[in-house]
RNA sequence: GCCGUGGUGGCGGAAUUGGUAUACGCAGCGGACUUAAAAUCCGUGCCCGAAAGGGAUGGGAGUUCGAGUCUCCCCCGCGGCACCA
């Protein structure tokens, strides 16, 4: 038999797999189901990268396995295809995204399938094909309808470099824009929101049921923010109403000194007659509405505030009045947009206080009443002081009892806010709204939908969006709903498309529903889902809110739709960076497919390290893996020339085979396909030194299928098998050959390993100490020794200590 | 600053409940085959030491007969959040 060679049999059987849509879901009632799922990717003009092989390779063994187990197995591949990158190419080439996002999912596909990827393609999906968004637009007016999104004027961020809006999410902390890298200014525009804040709870409770990992449960935590706390009223001194603030620290309310509003405060505008130096007041809030968040912080922590000239509030415990400001450090959108300031233990308002002049009260010591510095403020809980009747108490016992004696309430506040989804750009999916000639807005009606991306546009950016420009668009509205209508012309971010497409691939061409009942409650949730770990908050918690929506909505009975996920960690460069084109360390998967095969890039992905681990590509160990498949093919190339000769096959090499076995299928089970590789070329190292037979070549054919489809199917065939052995049984072990006669035991003095003895198995103490007694080396270490104890695991350890 | 996560040979990395640290692979070294090279195969393989032995899992302490694994303190890397009251 020739020598193995990748070229001459990879294109062969994908050609066939192809042919015969071999991964075609089948037997959908009668088998156990599996839906494994990708994120599926933006298919950009770079190609595929090494972090989409690695993913989609982890996925593409378990697919194979959960097949070979007797699943039926889901696993679908489509294309994330709206977005800025092709749209910002069209602006400097003038070629329309249509044609550059259809160039780039033909490369992905080849790709793809050079790799020995085992989707369904019948299912293929991509967001930007009107079949696609029709559902997405539908999906807007469902929740337009049920209220659950809405327009309003808001501050947004706003991108000067792309010329649009952008989601709180795509500002990076240090007020650039994520994608563009411009710094991001604010705008008062009319913005389409999704109310995402009215799930917060779920989003939140519903983390402790699923199989996360735990850094990405944590991330979403935080990003929601959660904490609980009080909401506790100032009255106004001299006229009615009052200040209700929001505060975590109900226990230091004694030490407050001051209440200050956020500038976009509404109450400031109700009592603007009460303010006597309103001009004042005024200009401090024009100059806060045109710094973005970043800003306001940015200068050098330097807060700033003014006094409301002849504001002042009742502390609701103590015969006192308090000052009442306005400061922009103070957050509009969070807790009530006020807050009562206690200087004293906590450091923005020791500052301000520090700055103006103010009192600051000290009201918490510590439990254990060590002294502290007068200098800083305290910001530990502790103990009540200088707090009359709650002197004495914890800091967690006064938070109710003075809530409680101050009238206020416990309450929950969330960091979370809703979802801005307005993108001023084109190459997105439209918004299914009209307003007539008043400005009202009307959904879309069913029969209009899919509302069509209109193609009579310039891609240069005017600051407008650039559906604005399109007369076919202006047309088409007045024709259809009358004369002084005209359309809605921002497009949806491109997350809205993203946070659905796992319904879709369940029923990927229906055109009454975005996905059939029966066929959601069949396959929902996602039983794994792979991707990267950079959308550990958006994409996620958008999914998330989705499915939270439409199950409340009665589209679905359940609220999570995955159940289990895992990140493929990040393949670095060989000089351990970040792939970057600027470092020139990318590794393109085309030259090492080209090179090795696609076994063997995918096996090598795989062998790299831990799935979930940052690692290194290594372009000289990967000839490691291509010797092993080499091995392998030796194996059945020795098989063949010696299939007439009757072999006897120890029992070492079947217990070798039964290990080999247990050790593959846990391993993939646990997404541990390092390991399972090493077990696959311990197996193959032993068959090399030792006689075997066909059952030998099976198990190991059966076994490494999952990882190097390609090989193992060309290996089957040539061993005279007739089917594919992507549809055989997954080998399974016999326990009795893990099951062993004798054990070695390791024979420690004093905790040192001096050396093992081979005893029988389950031999008793006494058994093993005489034993252990007579080797050399343990020997002279107990000579002459007395009072010595025995520590003995049985079938692993002796240890005799004195 | 807060939360999370990680630190093991020259390199990538293994190590069920605490029980022979360094599996598997790369590079290295020695050898076989070859006119030669490539490819392939066999052997070797943490450090110090001639050996006996001793020392090693970021650093330091502790628990234990026994610690990469558990506890505490510190250092460094990575990811997220950060004026959220």
Redesign the pocket.
Same mark, same amino acid.
């Given at each position: 038999m020739e020598r193995y060679n990748p070229k001459k049999i990879e294109k062969k059987w994908q050609d066939r797999w192809e042919k015969e849509g071999a991964f075609g879901v089948r037997d959908e009632s009668k088998k156990p189901k599996y839906y494994v799922l990708d994120m599926f990717p933006y298919p950009s003009g770079q190609g595929l990268h090494m972090g989409h092989i690695e993913n989609f390779t982890a996925t593409d063994i378990l697919a194979r396995y959960k097949r070979m187990c007797g699943f039926s197995v889901l696993h679908p591949m489509g294309w994330d295809a709206f977005g800025l990158p092709a749209e910002n190419y069209a602006i400097k080439t003038g070629i329309p995204p249509q044609e550059t996002t259809s160039t780039a999912i033909h490369n992905f596909r080849r790709q793809i399938q050079a790799m020995g990827l085992s989707y369904d393609w019948e299912r293929e999906v991509g967001t930007q094909t009107p079949e696609y968004y029709r559902w997405t637009q539908w999906l807007f007016l469902v929740l337009y309808k049920n209220g659950l999104a809405y327009k309003k004027e808001a501050k947004v961020n706003w991108d000067p470099v792309d010329n649009t809006v952008l989601a709180n999410?795509q500002v990076l902390?240090d007020g650039t824009a994520e994608r563009s890298g411009a710094k991001v200014i604010q705008k008062d525009l009319e913005q389409w929101f999704f109310k995402i804040t009215d799930f917060v709870q779920e989003l939140v409770c519903d983390l402790d049921t699923v199989d996360w990992p735990?850094?990405t449960v944590? %991330?979403q935590r935080?990003?929601i923010?959660r904490?609980e706390?009080s909401e506790i009223e100032f009255e106004f001194d001299g006229f009615d109403g009052g200040v209700r603030v929001?505060?975590?620290?109900a226990d230091t309310l004694m030490g407050a000194t001051y209440i200050v509003f956020?500038p976009e405060h509404p109450q400031l505008q109700e009592i603007k007659n009460k303010i006597k130096n309103w001009k004042e007041v005024e200009s401090y809030i024009q100059e806060a509405r045109n710094k973005t968040?970043r800003d306001?912080?940015s200068?050098k922590?330097e807060?700033t505030g003014v006094v409301l000239d002849g504001v002042s509030v009742k502390h609701p415990l103590k015969d006192e009045t308090l000052p009442v400001f306005v400061a922009? &450090?103070?957050?509009s959108h969070?807790?009530t947009?006020a807050?009562m300031a206690?200087p004293a233990h906590?450091e923005?308002d020791w500052e301000f206080a520090t700055k103006y002049g103010l009192n600051i009260n000290r009201v918490i010591v510590p439990e254990d009443g060590s002294v502290i510095s007068p200098d800083t403020p305290y910001l530990t809980e502790g103990v009540l002081t200088y707090s009359g009747e709650f002197d004495g108490m914890t800091s967690a016992e006064a938070k109710e009892a003075i809530t409680k004696k101050a009238k206020g309430a416990l309450k929950v506040?969330y960091?979370l806010r809703d979802w801005l989804i307005s993108r001023q750009r084109y190459w997105g999916c439209p918004i299914p709204i009209v307003y007539d000639p008043d400005g009202n807005p009307h959904p879309i009606p069913d029969e209009h939908l899919p509302w069509l991306l209109p193609d009579d546009v310039e891609f240069v950016p005017h600051g407008t969006s650039p559906l604005a420009q399109s007369k076919e668009l202006q047309e088409r509205t007045e024709r259809i709903f009358g004369k002084g209508y005209r359309c809605e012309v921002d497009t949806m971010d491109t997350f809205v498309d993203s946070s659905w497409y796992f319904f879709r691939f369940l029923d990927p061409h229906n055109d009454t529903e975005f996905a059939d009942k029966q066929r959601i409650a069949h396959w929902m949730p996602v039983d794994l889902y792979m991707g990267g770990?950079?959308h550990?908050?958006l994409h996620l918690l958008y999914a998330r809110f989705f499915t939270k929506a439409l199950q409340t909505l009665g589209y679905l009975d359940f609220g999570e739709p995955f159940a289990k996920l895992r990140h493929q960690g990040i393949v670095l460069g060989e000089d351990?960076n970040k792939m970057s084109k600027s470092k020139g360390n990318i590794v393109n998967p085309d030259v090492v497919v080209d090179a090795y095969g696609a076994d063997t890039t995918r096996m090598y992905t795989m &062998?790299?390290?831990?799935l979930e681990?940052? #690692?290194?590509w290594?372009s000289?160990?990967i000839?490691?893996?291509?010797?092993?498949l080499?091995?392998v093919w030796?194996v059945v190339d020795v098989f063949l020339s010696q299939k007439d000769a009757q072999q006897t096959v120890g029992d070492d090499v079947l217990r070798v085979q039964h290990r080999a076995i247990k050790k593959v299928r846990n391993d993939i089970e646990s997404l541990?396909y390092?390991?399972a590789?090493?077990a696959l070329?311990?197996y193959v +190292?032993v068959l090399? #030194?030792h006689p075997y037979s066909v059952e030998q070549v099976r198990v190991l054919l059966v076994l490494l299928a999952p990882f190097a489809p390609h090989i193992t199917e060309e290996l089957w065939e040539r061993i005279g098998e007739k089917e594919s052995i992507h549809s055989q049984p997954f080998c399974k072990y016999d326990e009795s050959y893990l099951v062993f006669d004798s054990a070695?035991i390791?024979v420690?003095v +004093?905790?040192?390993?001096?050396g093992?003895i081979t005893m029988p198995l389950d031999a008793d103490k006494e058994a093993t100490q005489q034993e252990a007694i007579k080797h050399s080396?343990v020997k002279k270490y107990l000579e002459n020794k007395k009072d010595i104890?025995t520590?003995f695991?049985p079938n692993?350890?002796i %240890?005799f200590?004195f």
């Open positions: 999410e902390p735990q850094s944590q %991330n935080n990003w923010g904490s706390g929001f505060t975590t620290r956020s968040d306001r912080i200068e922590g807060k922009d &450090f103070v957050l969070y807790g947009g807050i206690v906590d923005r506040s960091r770990a950079e550990t908050v351990h &062998f790299l390290g831990a681990d940052t #690692k290194p290594n000289e160990n000839i490691g893996v291509h010797r092993f080499g091995r030796g541990r390092n390991t590789i090493s070329m311990e +190292n090399l #030194k070695t390791v420690q +004093n905790g040192k390993v001096r093992t080396n104890d520590i695991v692993t350890l %240890n200590v």
